[in-house]
């Protein structure tokens, strides 16, 4: 069963604006984590920003924000003041405990791509 | 560079072939996990170590494809009798972590490019 959504397969945003990026995940864990990360085309994955799902905040990391919205089980990233570096796939991904009591174990979404314009 | 390697960073192979990666992560990281990629898909979870012991294999995983993690350093992802289907990113990350827990990030390598013909 697919853990976690991103139904947007490729966005388009101007240098300098903002831009969410929506991930929706399925869980009856109680403990899990939400985690963005980043594909350049030299396809190493990098990581962004992580939210705990017992963390009231939102989570932020310099111009990257994470919107979680827990009862709609959404994790969307806003990134702010887009710059052209930022074209890249953009993965979702949840930690989840394979196994009760096991390791959590984090479980990536299919990603969207983006597209800065100058 | 003290980041995650894996080497070779291409392979071509014939169907049938066996073919071995290697992923050195960063040396202080106990935590160790292969990934598979393909095109126009997120990263699925293959395998995972902690030290030398392997403790989770993905059901999906079959029974051509085996990972060692000899001294608890370096890994290798062995697959026999390869298939057209085999071909993919082979992303292997690491990560430093003590007990379960759900904030560990993992730090990537650039993966290996496999290609079975």
């Known amino acids: 069963a697919q853990k976690i959504t991103q139904t947007q397969p490729g966005m388009f945003v101007q240098e300098k604006e903002a831009v969410t990026l929506d991930c929706t995940y399925d869980?009856?864990?109680?403990?899990?984590?939400l985690f963005w990360y980043k594909q350049p085309s030299s396809g190493e994955m990098i990581f962004l920003i992580y939210?705990?799902?017992?963390?009231?905040q939102n989570a932020t990391e310099g111009r990257y924000s994470l919107n979680f919205q827990k009862a709609r089980k959404s994790a969307n990233l806003v990134i702010s003041a887009s710059q052209l570096g930022d074209s890249a796939m953009y993965f979702c991904a949840m930690s989840l405990s394979l196994q009760s009591g096991g390791s959590y174990i984090p479980t990536f979404g299919r990603g969207t791509s983006l597209i800065v314009h100058p | 560079d003290t980041g995650v390697s894996q080497d070779p960073r291409h392979k071509i192979t014939k169907r049938g072939q066996n073919v071995t990666f290697r992923c050195d992560p960063i040396?202080?990281?106990?935590?160790l996990y292969w990934y598979r990629q393909t095109l126009g898909q997120g990263p699925e979870f293959l395998t995972y170590?902690?030290?030398?012991?392997?403790?989770?294999k993905s059901r999906l995983l079959s029974d051509r494809f085996s990972a060692e993690r000899p001294k608890g350093s370096f890994s290798t992802l062995e697959i026999q009798r390869t298939e057209q289907g085999d071909s993919a990113m082979y992303l292997c990350?690491?990560?430093f972590g003590q007990g379960a827990a759900t904030n560990e990030k993992l730090f990537f390598g650039s993966g290996t490019q496999l290609s079975v013909l």
């Open positions: 040396s202080e990281h106990n935590r």
């Open positions: 170590f902690q030290n030398e012991a392997q403790l989770e």
């Open positions: 990350a690491s990560s």
């Open positions: 939210q705990g799902s017992y963390d009231e």
């Open positions: 869980t009856s864990d109680q403990s899990y984590g």
